[in-house]
């Protein structure tokens, strides 16, 4: 089956009901070393995407990357908005007008992604944020479209359980100092379920 516009837009409802699923859980992590908005934030934020795709479906995948962004920036609240609607912007971009995904598509879109979120929010691997789950699975290959977003799923999950004996040092978990040691990140976490939910999906 190829990955096209209305599959894409199939998996970001799917992604959709996976944060609902765990906003519970993004709010306790995000309560530990941050403002406890994040679960909300992301739900209420996927909510208005769902709104929009049952409006209308666009007719590209980028199309589809873009509606999602659009929606994330102008809608949530917090750094999640901002953060994950210029992950989406930018894989919009890297796939261009392209009907159907490839494997090479979705790399590259990763890694268009990874690189929107590191020039917005200025972090690195290692500061305790979405970067360590996205930056690991940015560098996933697969000979199909499913492969590569379970490569990539993998890597994000490992990525995110690595920020648990990390010191924050970006973001408002970063004012907390060594106390932030100990916690997974929300960002991080959230940013591994939407892979995982998107390799499901695929």
């Known amino acids: 089956m190829g990955c096209d516009a209305g599959t894409v837009a199939a998996a970001i409802r799917e992604a959709a009901a996976v944060i609902t699923e765990h906003r519970d859980e993004l709010v306790k992590l995000d309560q530990a070393i941050g403002d406890g908005d994040h679960g909300e934030n992301l739900k209420r934020g996927f909510g208005f995407v769902l709104a929009r795709l049952d409006e209308s479906t666009p007719d590209t995948?980028?199309?589809?990357?873009?509606?999602?962004?659009?929606?994330?920036?102008?809608?949530?609240?917090?750094?999640?908005?901002?953060?994950?609607?210029?992950?989406?912007?930018?894989?919009?971009?890297?796939?261009?007008?392209?009907?159907?995904?490839t494997p090479e598509?979705?790399?590259?879109?990763?890694?268009?992604?990874?690189d929107g979120v590191v020039a917005r929010g200025k972090a690195e691997?290692?500061?305790?944020?979405?970067?360590?789950?996205?930056t690991p699975a940015a560098k996933a290959q697969g000979a199909t479209?499913?492969?590569?977003?379970?490569?990539?799923?993998?890597?994000?999950?490992?990525?995110?359980?690595?920020?648990v004996p990390l010191v924050a040092r970006k973001g408002r978990a970063s004012y907390l100092g060594e106390r932030s040691a100990g916690h997974l990140d929300p960002g991080a976490r959230s940013s591994a379920l939407l892979l995982r939910s998107f390799a499901d999906s695929a």
């Open 61 to 101: 995948p980028a199309a589809v990357l873009k509606l999602v962004a659009t929606t994330l920036i102008s809608k949530v609240g917090g750094a999640a908005g901002p953060l994950y609607g210029t992950a989406f912007l930018r894989a919009a971009t890297a796939v261009g007008d392209a009907a159907e995904l």
């Open 105 to 114: 598509l979705i790399s590259t879109a990763l890694q268009a992604a990874v």
């Open 125 to 134: 691997v290692g500061d305790k944020t979405m970067v360590d789950a996205l």
């Open 145 to 163: 479209v499913a492969e590569v977003l379970r490569a990539a799923a993998d890597a994000a999950e490992a990525g995110a359980e690595s920020t």
